[in-house]
Structures are given as C-alpha cells and as structure tokens.
C-alpha cells in the first residue's frame, strides 16, 4: 500500500497520513511559538501519527480492531533522546503516561518506558519508514527539575492535542471550523462598564467601601504585566472588581481573553452566573475540568476554551493529565489568568498550586524576554482574609 490514511469521512472523503502529519505539526508550531517552542511544537506533531502508516491501522479504518499507534511516534522520539516528545505523543489519546523505570519496566507495563520496550522488541505493528526527522533541541528549562519539565511536557501536550483535534475536525467539517461568535474584550468591557455605573454613586458606608475597592482594581489594571494580588474580605464585591480589573488590564497589555482558576464547584457556578449576566451567555465557558462539556449537537466542540471568559475548577486544571482538561493549556501565556486561592485548601496542593504560578512567572517570564509575541497576566487574589482593607500590589 503506497498511500496511507489518517481519517475516512462518514462521506468517504480520505486524508492520507502526511496531509495529517503536516496540518498538525503547523499547528502545533504556532501554538508552541507562543512560549518559544515552535520548533518542539513541530516535531511532535510531525510524528505524533506516524504509527498509522501500517497495514494494521489501515483496516482498522474499515472496521477492524483497535490498534496502538501512537506508540510508534513516541519510539522514534525516544530514539532521538527526547522523552518530553515522547511522552506527549504517548499520551495524546489515551492521556498522558506515567514515565516509569527505564531498569524494570517490561514490555507489558503501561508505563512510557513500558511502551518503549514494547516497540523495541517489535510487538507493536510494523509500520513505514518515513522521512528522517532531525533532532530538535530541548524546550529551555527542561532538565532543571522534575516540577518545571512536567509543566512544559503539558504545555507541549496542549498543543499536540489541540492541534491535532482542530486538524482532524477541519477536515471532517470540509474546512469549516471557526473559533467565534464572541464578542471582543474591548466590548465586555464597556458592558461590564454599564452595569457597573450605578454602582459609581453609593448610598451608604459599606457600598462606598465597595466602591473604592472596584476603583482601585480598575486604576491597578492600568499597569504593564505582572502578577498582582487582591485581598478584599467576603463580600467586598471581588467578583465584579476582579472582572474590572482583568478587562481593563488585558486590553492594555493585548492579551487574547481570561481564565478564572477557582476552587469549588459551588463557587465556579456562582462566578460563572455573574458573568454570562453582565457579558451575555455566548462570552462565558464553565468548565469543570474533571467533567465534559456538553456541547450542543452540531456546534464547534473546540470553541469551548477559546471563549473570552474561561471559568474553571483549579486543581484538576492543572494537575490532570487527560487531554480533554489540557486542551488550552499552551494558551496560558496568552490570556489573563486569575487564580482563587481559598482558606480550605489543602497545604500542600496550594503549595504547588502557587509554584505553578511562580512556573508561569518567571520560567516564561524569562522566555517572554526574548520573545515578545507572548503575553502573560497572571492575578491571584485571596479569598479568606480578616484585614478589611483593601490591598493591591504589583
């Protein structure tokens, strides 16, 4: 078989591999470019299907069995020595695989190196040889510590995997996959700016204090990027000043649209009403990470995180290793993100939780330096606070 293929249509319209191979891979290279790493971008996904090139895959696409094929990528990747690519690629269905013991993991062990092993001793099916890829560094950073390398493997994952699934959709769709029918941040604002003018004119002691405090946010969102902080006491009006604040600051620093990082379902839901309220329903995602979508039959399954006002459970965002949760998460870079940081955390997951922070600050900060197409604004307000007074710092 001379030509092999990625997908059949329910039409019975065909995309061979390469055309596969080529639409995500240039994909994947501009979402990664955003933290500059088009280059790793590219490769995983110039080879993320390469398993499908075997007469096994090929029946599979007529009705025969389930066959394992992004092991072969992900072998190919390891024999370059580039486990990061490797594991993106091992995971892009199924989720992201532990990586393992390299000195007693077997074939049969579902970790990555398990895998490798696998392909190693042949038991994954044969499949064509293809055009030489050429060893691209590593992401900078990676190898400094176990932490930083599993946020740049889910950084390059989301790409993979968005790439992948806006190639294949495109072509299942004849072309027609669009990322719209929102409005832009510069009209949220101005909608935020109506319902909010009432408020301008307190009546009384607490709602001046209210006001003082979405005045200070709107002031502070004039500021180039950073990370900020927000302690205002329960009732205090965050929610509002906090979407004040981030419109305000995105539009100044250009940046794509916001992500709301929240602890509880309960409060996600409460947030996420405020917003499609004041900005309309069609400007506002409530993702519950460990949940699906539900999406309406016939609508653009991929639109779900690329909405101007992403609202999300924290945590399970950016811990889970499924693709369906880390679609987006390459796209960090490129919005304003607002983290909820409650009494009632767990020590521990709230410390790693603000070492992602950190991660985002100054690992990309660092990168942001020499490539200036990237944007970050990252705000972290707390929520539990006895001081009454409103404090905002750079």
Known sequence: MNTYLAHISTDGREQTVQE??????????LFAGAFGCAEQGELIGALHDIGKCSEEF????????????STAGAFESAKLNLLWAAECIAGHHGGLPDCGNLRIDREDSPTLYGRIWKAKKGLIPPYRA????????DPAGFGRDRLTDSFIIRMLYSCLVDADYLDTESFMRYGAVSRSGYDDLGTLLIKLKKHIDPWLKPNNELNKLRCNVLKACIEEGQHERGLFSLTVPTGGGKTVSSLAFALEHAIKNGLDRLIYVIPYTSIIEQTADVFRKILGENNVVEHHSGAAIEVPEGADSLTKGNKPIYDQYAMMALFNMTPDPLIGYHELPQRGTEGRI???????????????????????????KKCRDIDRALWVYGHLCKDKEKKCSN
């Open 20 to 29: 596969h191979l080529q639409g995500t891979a240039c994909k994947s290279k």
């Open 130 to 137: 293809f055009d030489a890829i050429n060893r691209v560094a």
């Open 342 to 368: 409650d009494g009632g955390f767990i020590e521990k997951l709230t410390e790693r939780y603000e070492q992602y922070i950190a991660l985002l600050e100054h690992h990309f900060g660092d990168m942001y």
């Open 58 to 69: 090929q029946q599979r696409l007529r009705g025969g069995c389930v066959v394992d094929h």
